[in-house]
């Protein structure tokens, strides 16, 4: 009887490295697929703070929205407001935002000043889709 | 520390820390880069979890009776660690477990304060326990809302909710602070039958007229300033912010020098009148709202916001007290006439929102001010004095005797 625990140690040992075999190899395989951006190429930029040319606050972007090639169409940014009472949200058309990626951040820069945005019309979605696509003449 | 100190410090560091909730709560998760439709699901799980807590919640405070330091320890733990919680860990189940802790915890600790303060001053002197409260729960609501738009404005946004669970600690000091119950403070026997029925509090009409008015009350007011300060960021743009902190901050230190005198008041001249006042401001406040536009102007009618807050601050627990002198559940009482300001609360903004939309903003104010003359009718038309002042009672139980 001695004989054979040892003989089940071995298959055991046995299967336990062909499933490590085969898992690295599936690891090695879905590694294939992939790349790594460089850093300061690209960055996370849903819920981060949106200024305007000057440097000062004008909110934080909530959602993008995408046309169906997948291209952005426009950046829906929530507006001004004190502790959250009084925010407008307003979408801005995507050629009027600049993403600057630096020291593993995301500046995001809408190209008109903060009272132009402020007073956008307000976005909701499928019922008033109207987007501010540039600058109102003073 | 006087006991009275130990219940003013208590107020006063709930609602500081309580300012961090509401509208912040978004503007949070979205900072954390949650998407609206998370933030969404996360508001509507609290939303149904505080008005399922609330009556549950005052039935505990009035089941554990004078044994309720410790439930209010336990509440204040969890409107600490709620907080602390969304500051440190803002992930999906995290924040959903604060939110409901904050919820269950909030519910206990309204009744709680209220129950802990009858207690100590006995019903006749309630009206003045009650301003002070009043007086303490603003200052603390209005310098909670200045600090922690300081701290959004300048730091992190999470810092906020790091201070509003570190506020909890020297809560817990204080609630050491107050002393014991009075000692039997008003023995009802005395002078008066004790109803044993326990769903007498039910079939009291009162209850129900009283609880319509709040909610009537609640709706005609809540979109007031969130209709009007949304129309203030389209027209101020970067300037906006401090008109809006204006329309937030003005009400709460008009409201904190007032309570207590409203409180004296309705133990002078009675509920009926205090709360005639109170409500009258609320239509008068929506018809001005939609006849100014100027948005710095608006700023000193805000102050007739913080008479209707004060006089609902301290009334909704006042009269919640005269109700259920006779037939115990104070705090079920509080927690029903709570169920009916949420719903208020709730409906407010939709309905606003609703009517803006179709007809524009200038006829939601008139909707509002349209409710709030509602209110007004049905508190002079349906509800009665609820105060009878000792003296009176005295006199009644010889009569019958």
């Known amino acids: 009887m001695s004989w054979q625990a040892p003989a089940i140690w071995r ?35 849903l819920g981060r703070p949106v200024v305007d040319p000057q440097g000062a606050a004008v909110g934080h972007l909530v959602d993008l929205l995408v046309d169906g090639a997948g291209v952005p ?5 929530d507006v001004g407001g004190f502790i959250g009472i009084g925010v407008r949200r307003v979408a801005v058309g995507w050629s009027l935002l600049r993403f600057v990626h630096q020291n593993q951040e995301t500046r995001i820069v809408v190209d008109m000043p903060i009272d132009d945005v402020a007073a956008g019309p307000e976005f909701r979605h499928v019922e008033s889709m109207e987007i501010v696509v540039r600058s109102q003449p003073p | 520390m006087k006991p009275d100190r130990g219940v003013d410090w208590l107020t006063l560091l709930i609602a500081t820390s309580g300012s961090a909730y509401g509208a912040f709560i ?33 039935f505990l405070v009035d089941s554990v009776g004078p044994r309720r330091r410790r439930l209010l320890t336990c509440a204040l733990l969890g409107v600490g660690i709620a907080p602390l919680t969304l500051s440190l860990f803002p992930h999906p189940f995290p924040v959903v477990a604060a939110m409901v802790l904050q919820a269950a915890s909030g ?8 129950a ?11 009206g003045d326990r009650l301003g002070r409260n009043a007086r303490y729960g603003s200052i603390g609501a209005g310098l909670g809302a200045l600090v922690m738009g300081a701290c959004a404005t300048w730091g992190p946004e999470r810092v906020v909710f790091l201070i509003a669970g570190l506020l909890m600690v020297p809560a817990l000091l204080a609630l050491r602070a107050v002393g014991p119950d009075r000692l039997d403070p008003e023995p009802v026997h005395e002078d008066e039958t004790v109803v044993v029925d ?28 969130q209709l009007s300060s949304v129309a203030v960021t389209a027209r101020l743009g970067a300037q906006a912010g401090m008109v809006i902190a204006a329309f937030v901050v003005v009400p709460q230190f008009v409201a904190a020098w007032l309570s207590p005198w409203i409180g004296s008041l309705a133990r002078r001249h009675g509920r009926r009148p205090v709360l005639l006042v109170g409500f ?20 000193p009618v805000q102050a007739l916001e913080g008479v209707g807050g004060s006089v609902f601050g301290v009334m909704m627990p006042l009269v919640a007290a005269d109700l259920t002198r006779r037939t115990g559940y104070y705090s079920v009482c509080l927690g029903l ?31 509002l001010t349209g409710v709030g003359v509602a209110a007004v009718a049905l508190l002079a038309l349906a509800m009665p004095e609820t105060y009878r002042p000792i003296a009176q009672r005295r006199a009644q139980t010889a009569r019958t005797a």
């Open chain 1, 11 to 45: 298959a055991g040992i046995l299967a336990a490295m062909l499933c490590t075999a085969l898992s690295l190899n599936a690891l090695a395989q879905s590694r294939q697929g992939t790349r790594v951006l460089p850093s300061d190429s690209a960055g996370l930029v």
């Open chain 2, 116 to 126: 802990l303060s009858l207690a100590l001053v006995g019903h006749d002197a309630l």
């Open chain 1, 73 to 77: 169409q426009a950046g829906v940014i």
């Open chain 2, 280 to 299: 009258m401001t609320v239509p008068i406040r929506g018809l001005l709202f939609s006849l100014i536009a100027q948005p710095v102007a608006l700023i």
């Open chain 2, 26 to 58: 978004p503007v949070y998760l979205t900072s954390q880069g949650w998407t609206q439709t998370r933030i969404g699901l996360v508001l509507t799980i609290s939303t149904i979890a505080s008005v399922v807590c609330l009556v549950p919640a005052g």
């Open chain 2, 337 to 367: 006439l709570g169920l009916a300001d949420g719903i208020g609360t709730a409906i407010s903004p939709t309905l606003a929102g609703w009517v803006a939309d179709i007809w524009g903003r200038q006829a939601a104010f008139w909707v």
């Open chain 2, 107 to 114: 519910a206990v600790l309204t009744p709680a304060i209220a």
């Open chain 2, 198 to 225: 326990r769903f007498a509090l039910l079939r009291d009409g009162r209850l129900v007229v009283f609880g319509l008015c709040l909610a009537l009350f609640q709706i005609a007011s809540i979109a007031v300033v």
